[in-house]
C-alpha cells in the first residue's frame, strides 16, 4: 500500500468522490471483507460488494487474500493507498494552466502552480512506480509570523532575489545529460490564521 498515490483517470476520479466509496476507502485501510465492511459503515453487504467491484475495477482497491469461509470464499481487499490525490489531470480539459496568466501575486495563479505541481508529480509516481524506481524530489514546509504586510512583501522579494541567485548558481544548459527540475516557492496565508481573520 501506498502513502499517497494520485489519480489521474477520470472514471477512477469519479468513483472515489462517492461518498460510500470514499468511507469504503477509508475503512479499506486495513484489509476487510464486504460483510466486515457492511457491519461498520451500516450497508447490506450486496451494496458493499457492488461499491468495492467498482472500486476494484478502477484500481483503487486490490484483493490481499481469499479464503474459505464455510459455503463461501470470503475476499478480503485492502485500499492500494492510505490516502489519495485528484490530478488536475482527470479534468485535462478545463486544468488550470499556469502560462495562461503569470502573476507572482495572484492567488489565482498559485493554484494553477499548484495544480500543475500535482499533475507532475503524479505522472511521475506513476512512471516510477511502473519502472520500480525511486523519484528524486525534496520539498519544504513552514511558516512564518510576519509582523506587517511591508515585512511580508520585504520576504517575498528578498526570497525571490534568493531564488534567482540560487537558480542562477546551478541551472546549466550544456551539460551533457543533465536534467531539469521544476522549483515552486509558495507563500499564502495559513488557513488557521485565514479563519482567524474572518472571525
Known amino acids: ?18 461518498p460510500v466509496r470514499a468511507r469504503l476507502l477509508a475503512e479499506l485501510v486495513e484489509p476487510g471483507s464486504a460483510t466486515m465492511l457492511a ?6 453487504r450486496q451494496k458493499v460488494n457492488y461499491h468495492l467491484r467498482t472500486l476494484e475495477q478502477h484500481g483503487l482497491v486490490e484483493l490481499v487474500e481469499e479464503r474459505r469461509k464455510g459455503n463461501v470464499n470470503e475476499r478480503l481487499l485492502q485500499a492500494t493507498a492510505a490516502s489519495y490525490v485528484i ?11 499556469p502560462a495562461r496568466s503569470p502573476d507572482r501575486l495572484s492567488a489565482r495563479w498559485l493554484l494553477a502552480v499548484s495544480a ?9 509516481i506513476t512512471g516510477a512506480t ?3 524506481k525511486r523519484l528524486a524530489t525534496f520539498a519544504l514546509d513552514g511558516e512564518v509570523r510576519f509582523a506587517s504586510a511591508a515585512d511580508r512583501a520585504a520576504f517575498a522579494e ?10 542562477a548558481k546551478y541551472h546549466d544548459e ?3 545529460g543533465g536534467r531539469p527540475h521544476r522549483v515552486v516557492v509558495a507563500l499564502h496565508p ?10
Open 1 to 18: 500500500m501506498f502513502e499517497v498515490a494520485v489519480i489521474e483517470d477520470p472514471s477512477a476520479a469519479e468513483v472515489s468522490l462517492d
Open 39 to 44: 457491519a461498520r459503515v451500516g450497508l447490506p
Open 87 to 97: 490530478s488536475p489531470a482527470a479534468l485535462a480539459a478545463v486544468q488550470p494552466d
Open 116 to 124: 500543475r505541481l500535482v499533475r507532475d508529480v503524479g505522472t511521475l
Open 130 to 132: 511502473r519502472a520500480k
Open 158 to 167: 528578498e526570497l525571490a532575489g534568493f531564488m534567482a541567485q540560487l537558480v
Open 174 to 176: 550544456q551539460t551533457e
Open 190 to 199: 495559513s488557513v488557521n490564521a485565514a479563519k482567524e481573520d474572518e472571525s
